[in-house]
């Protein structure tokens, strides 16, 4: 079979590279799964440059978190879906930019028929995230004001309809102006550029000078020190990724950070998941379907890509004002 993989750490466009090996077999309780479909997701791209936290790369390692498969075969003692069943297939370790995959087969959940493929490929690390964050780490009420970094983003623009279906108010941060009127038509509330001025500042002129109470970042760098500020006294910021890679500061104004109970906390899917119990689990799954079927929690699609085609498929998923997730599918 086909298989993505990198021997070193560097930029994926250069590392990753095309590989024949043979077709894994399923040991006991695990499941191996024909891949349909698989997204090139920010956490893909920063593990293969070496910078996604919790998550160590072995060499030569696979590359592909998230997906969409058909069961192909079963291991001794395993409990899951039956072959021929659609699955979505989460792979911790990486492998779902291949042909073929081998996983717990306790970990797959299955896909119901009304779900396209470019859906379910999609189903867990953008939507999970939203649901996760929005309604059960932070728990925002009706009514209040929450602040996002990455609007545009596939999992920004989630957020922004979901808080919209929930009656929360969204301050969206972007870099382009031409990202404002989308996000608008979109449902966002308000929505900054962060070139026109520090964000905190944009932010009280629109919430008023307490700031808000809830904030999501996956920027940090100035853009969540920025945000940090905007914080009121009783505040709450998740920072859920690192797309610049810098620090954030959080102490620069002693007045500031003593004056109020501002918290600033981490969020990562990969804790959080198996961390939840099986009632727990299905609630979220059900709640990820009825809202994907409203369209609420819907991925844009964008072009699909063969793996022959990794570098370009890549390459595309960064590239500046790219509208839709790009997948990477075995059989195109």
């Known amino acids: 079979m086909k298989a993505i993989q990198f021997e070193h750490y560097g930029e994926p466009a250069a590392v990753l590279e095309v590989e024949q090996r043979p077709v894994p077999q399923p040991g006991p309780g695990e499941a191996r799964v024909r891949i349909l479909a698989s997204p090139v997701n920010p956490s893909d791209l920063l593990y293969v440059r070496g910078h996604y936290a919790g998550v160590e790369a072995h060499f030569p390692a696979p590359v592909g978190f998230e997906g969409v498969g058909v069961v192909d075969a079963l291991g001794p003692r395993a409990r899951g879906p039956v072959p021929g069943r659609r699955v979505v297939v989460l792979n911790g370790p990486g492998g779902n930019w291949a042909e073929y995959c081998v996983v717990p087969a306790r970990d797959l959940i299955p896909v119901p028929d009304d779900i396209p493929d470019e859906q379910a490929a999609s189903f867990m690390i953008n939507p999970a995230s939203a649901v996760l964050m929005v309604r059960h780490v932070l728990s925002v009420p009706r009514g209040e004001w929450l602040l996002q970094s990455a609007a545009s983003s596939e999992l920004g623009r989630m957020i922004i309809r979901l808080a919209k279906r929930d009656g929360i108010l969204t301050v969206n941060v972007v870099r382009r102006h031409e990202a404002v009127a989308q996000l608008r038509r979109l449902g966002a509330d308000a929505v900054i550029v ?139």
């Open 194 to 332: 962060s070139s026109d001025g520090p964000i905190d500042e944009q932010v009280r002129g629109i919430v008023g000078p307490a700031g808000v109470r809830y904030a999501i970042d996956p920027v940090i760098g100035a853009t969540g020190t920025q945000m940090f500020k905007a914080l009121g006294e009783e505040g709450r910021m998740l920072v859920y990724g690192s797309l610049t890679g810098e620090p954030m500061l959080v102490g620069d104004d002693p007045g500031y950070i003593l004056s109020g109970r501002r918290v600033l906390e981490v969020f990562w899917l990969g804790y959080w998941l198996p961390r939840l119990d099986e009632h727990a689990r299905r609630r979220l799954v059900e709640d990820v379907a009825d809202l994907l079927r409203a369209g609420v929690l819907e991925t844009s699609p964008g072009r699909d890509y063969s793996l022959d085609e990794i570098a370009a498929a890549v390459a595309q998923a960064e590239s500046p004002g790219r509208r839709g997730k790009v997948f990477l599918v075995p059989a195109a």
